[in-house]
């Protein structure tokens, strides 16, 4: 199994600035891509952002210039800097890990969350 673990997550004033990690382990073949997703207490979960394996980034219109998502293919992690933040952006934040099962179908493994919480 793909193994998949969220840090980085914690307390912050609004303004200032967090940078989570995702780090996949135990996977058998090549790491398409990354997201990470976010949900906030009584919302859905939203998608943030995402990356794929060449490097092209997407982002959810309300972090545009805020967040910066990037990877380390070496070392199958994914990052997300979040500066500039907002107390709307308070959401345990989930990373998934867009790969391919034993039956060759791409699949996506989830983290278990980060808490962000952004308040003075």
């Known amino acids: 199994q793909v193994q998949v673990v969220e840090s980085g997550g914690g307390l912050v004033q609004p303004g200032g600035s967090l940078r989570l990690s995702c780090a996949a382990s135990g996977s058998r073949f090549p790491i398409n891509g990354y997201g990470w997703y976010r949900q906030a207490p009584g919302k859905e979960r939203e998608w943030v952002a995402r990356?794929?394996?060449?490097?092209?980034?997407n982002y959810r219109d309300s972090v545009k210039g805020r967040f910066t998502i990037s990877r380390d293919n070496a070392k199958n992690t994914v990052y997300l800097q979040m500066n500039s933040l907002k107390p709307e952006d308070t959401a345990v934040y989930y990373c998934?890990?867009?790969?391919?099962?034993?039956?060759?179908?791409?699949?996506?493994?989830w983290g278990q969350g980060t808490q962000v919480t952004v308040s003075s």
């Open positions: 998934t890990v867009d790969s391919t099962n034993v039956y060759l179908r791409r699949v996506a493994y």
């Open positions: 990356i794929t394996s060449g490097g092209t980034t």
